[in-house]
């Protein structure tokens, strides 16, 4: 399989921060971003290239969001790993989402360094 130009982002507040991940498409729009915190970049590589090896054991789930949108979590073992960056208006929209983030997230090539930022893309509080 070719390469498509999307690319695992790791993310951090600060460098002494946990660290995210997130998969970015090749014109830079977030596709999709993993739940969990980790210690450090290192830590963070290794749970995405376990998720990338492991990809079609992974279990995606389409749900409502709310009366007006839906999302997408992909699980692994029954506990969610990785969920839609944002809410979908209509749920073939929202299932093609979760295609698009199972398909490229195997092929994704992890960027090296890790982005710090204090802008809005942390969606969850630092446990």
Known sequence: MTASGCR???????????VRWRLLSSNNREIGRGVDFYPDAECCRIAVKN???????????????DAHTWSWQVLAEGRPVATASHGYDRQIR???GL?????????????????????????????
């Open 51 to 65: 998720l990338q090896a492991g990809v079609e054991e992974l279990e995606g789930v389409v749900r409502r969001a």
């Open 94 to 96: 929202c299932a093609r």
């Open 99 to 127: 295609v698009q983030f199972r398909d490229e997230l195997h092929i994704a090539v992890i960027a090296p360094e890790v982005m710090t930022s204090h802008a809005r893309r942390w969606g969850g509080s630092v446990a």
């Open 8 to 18: 695992i982002q790791l993310f951090a507040r600060t460098a002494m921060d946990p």
